[in-house]
């Protein structure tokens, strides 16, 4: 049998794209599959953890023996993100969440406009970082940051912004790598530490992953 390193702990994870509503018929989003998010949910639970994972819309089936939340938009999500990480030792922030939102969702169908329309959009609340920002309960927290450039500093950064105690970063301008792909490459830092995984099927790598945050707890 596997080896069980979180045994006993509560592992909170999302996973997919968040879905904005336009108006009845309409939203934005983005690319995400959800797979690696879901890799993770099935390795957490793999080790022993007992597993919430909050799902944007993806075509996965659910994972063996993981609660599963489904949400559709940013605010959805973090409402449940913020109700399961006070629960949880660890939360892992793998859903691609639309940074905007439109400030008003309109009640029917837009109608066609003339050659340009303008859309209103407001930034959703930083799931993660409000997670990382809790005084008590507060969770072992995983990000994760695709980059196309600059990926140590950027993800750096995310991780001293956000308040992380880690973060997983990958180069999504490689070909065949990250969103929408079975495969991926990721670099994880700590303040005081990195290690760089080579590529690898999502699934693999998310045990490899989960292996590296049980080794950090306590
Ligand atoms: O800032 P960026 O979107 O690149 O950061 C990526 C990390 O932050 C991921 O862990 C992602 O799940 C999380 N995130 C979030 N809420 C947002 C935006 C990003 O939880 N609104």
């Given at each position: 049998p596997a080896a069980q390193p979180l045994l006993g702990k509560v592992v909170t994870i999302t996973a997919g794209p968040t879905r904005e509503a336009l108006d009845p018929v309409r939203y934005i989003s983005n690319h995400s599959s959800g797979k690696m998010g879901y890799g993770l949910a099935?390795?957490?639970?793999?080790?022993g953890a007992t597993v919430n994972l909050i799902s944007g819309p993806v075509k996965l089936n659910a994972p063996?023996?993981?609660?599963?939340?489904?949400?559709?938009?940013?605010?959805?999500?973090?409402d449940e993100a913020i109700?399961?990480?006070?629960?949880?030792?660890i939360f892992i922030g793998c859903a691609a969440v639309a940074d905007y939102r439109a400030a008003d969702i309109a009640e029917q169908k837009i109608k066609k406009q003339g050659d340009e329309m303008t859309l209103t959009l407001v930034k959703n609340?930083?799931?993660?970082?409000?997670?990382a920002a809790l005084t008590k309960d507060r969770p072992y927290t995983v990000g994760f940051a695709a980059e196309t450039q600059?990926?140590?500093?950027?993800?750096?950064g995310k991780l001293k912004n956000k308040k992380l105690d880690m973060i997983c970063a990958n180069d999504v301008s490689q070909a065949g790598l990250?969103?929408?792909?079975?495969n991926n490459?990721?670099?994880?830092?700590?303040?005081?530490?990195?290690?760089?995984l080579p590529t690898s099927n999502k699934n693999e790598l998310a045990l490899?992953?989960?292996k590296a945050i049980a080794s950090k707890l306590d």
């Open positions: 099935q390795a957490a639970q793999k080790m063996s023996n993981v609660q599963v939340s489904y949400v559709n938009s940013a605010i959805e999500m973090r109700r399961l990480a006070i629960e949880s030792d609340p930083d799931i993660i970082a409000e997670v600059d990926v140590e500093q950027y993800a750096r990250g969103f929408n792909s079975d490459a990721l670099t994880l830092f700590w303040q005081d530490d990195q290690v760089s490899t992953v989960v």
